[in-house]
């Protein structure tokens, strides 16, 4: 069975889904094999490669405004991460390294050496881990508008406010949360955002069914979110071992978020950091801000 999910070949976007604009007819999307389970993994075009990690709250269907402009001339790699959007819902295995790994084995399934690498939110976790254990698969990293567990800052963020969602989970929280998703990501659009009109009822309603779906809440919470203690303790570890990332880094906040303090987080992980702010924009840059950030991302991309 897994085999036959892995060889199936999928349209980009799910039909019964489609109020958030699909990916160009170049993408073609399927299912691959990782550690217990599958990876829905959407990739278009030729040329270098670059790999789109999104996190809580959305799907790899964040990055369609950049992938529509990097397909033209570049191999493009959007996967949902573990337990998220329509990937599979193992048990376990949440922990960042472990599906940094699962990367590695997608991007090996490919025969795609190395990546320009791009994140937000939990797919910056999933990103260090990957860059710091694999530094000589990521060229470069963009990175967005959320810290890294166990480095910089991290140890405050856990006492922020805005993050007590970091432990909000267990069966009585997904009974409370089941049929009310989209009640959920209306608290993180609205007060993430500069402005929550940016993120538009399609928007909402569209990821609302995708987190409604069997396991999706479980899996965000018990598995992605409960992680995190073990995500600090790794990427200590990966830094005792290796020391700052060497790539060109650039770090992005939008200005009612992180802002310029992206580019001092980084610096805690890496020497080469450069810093950009997306203005009138709160932590979803992508759907807050998207001309933006596409022009300073693939002005980056483009450098020597």
Do not use: C
């Not at 990739?43 to 999104?54: D, F, Q």
């Not at 303090?261 to 020497?271: H, I, K, N, P, S």
């Amino acid at each position: 069975m897994i085999g036959l999910m892995a060889a199936m070949t999928l349209p980009a976007m799910s039909p019964a889904l489609a109020e958030v604009k699909p990916f160009p007819s170049s993408f073609h999307a399927q299912q691959m094999v990782v550690s217990d389970g599958t990876q829905y993994v959407r990739i278009g075009g030729k040329g270098p490669a670059v790999l789109l990690l999104h996190g809580f709250g959305d799907t790899g269907d964040m990055w369609e405004p950049l992938a529509k402009v990097l397909v033209k001339d570049h191999t493009v790699i959007v996967p949902d991460l573990r337990g998220m959007g329509l990937s599979s819902h193992p048990s376990a295995g949440y922990e960042k390294v472990n599906q940094a790994r699962d990367l590695v084995g997608i991007l090996d399934q490919l025969k795609i050496q190395s990546v320009v690498l791009v994140t937000h939110d939990i797919g910056n976790m999933v990103g260090y881990a990957l860059a710091a254990g694999y530094p000589g698969r990521v060229t470069k990293w963009i990175v967005m508008d959320a810290p890294l567990p166990g480095l910089g800052t991290w140890d405050k963020q856990l006492v922020n406010p805005k993050t007590w969602h970091f432990n909000f989970r267990g069966p009585d929280v997904e009974r409370l949360v089941a049929g009310r998703e989209r009640i959920l990501l209306d608290r993180f659009y609205n007060d993430l955002s500069a402005d929550p009109s940016r993120i538009d009822e399609q928007t909402r309603n569209h990821y609302a069914a995708l987190y409604a779906r069997k396991g999706a809440i479980h899996d965000a919470f018990s598995g992605q979110f409960a992680a995190f203690a073990q995500d600090a303790e790794d990427n200590k570890q990966l830094f005792a071992r290796n020391g700052k990332l060497g790539m060109p880094v650039l770090a992005i906040g939008g200005d009612h978020s992180y802002g310029a303090g992206m580019a001092d987080e980084l610096g805690f992980a890496a020497t080469n950091v450069q810093g950009a702010v997306i203005t009138n924009s709160g932590h979803w840059i992508m759907e807050e801000q998207p001309q933006q950030a596409v022009d300073i991302i693939t002005g980056f991309i483009s450098k020597p």
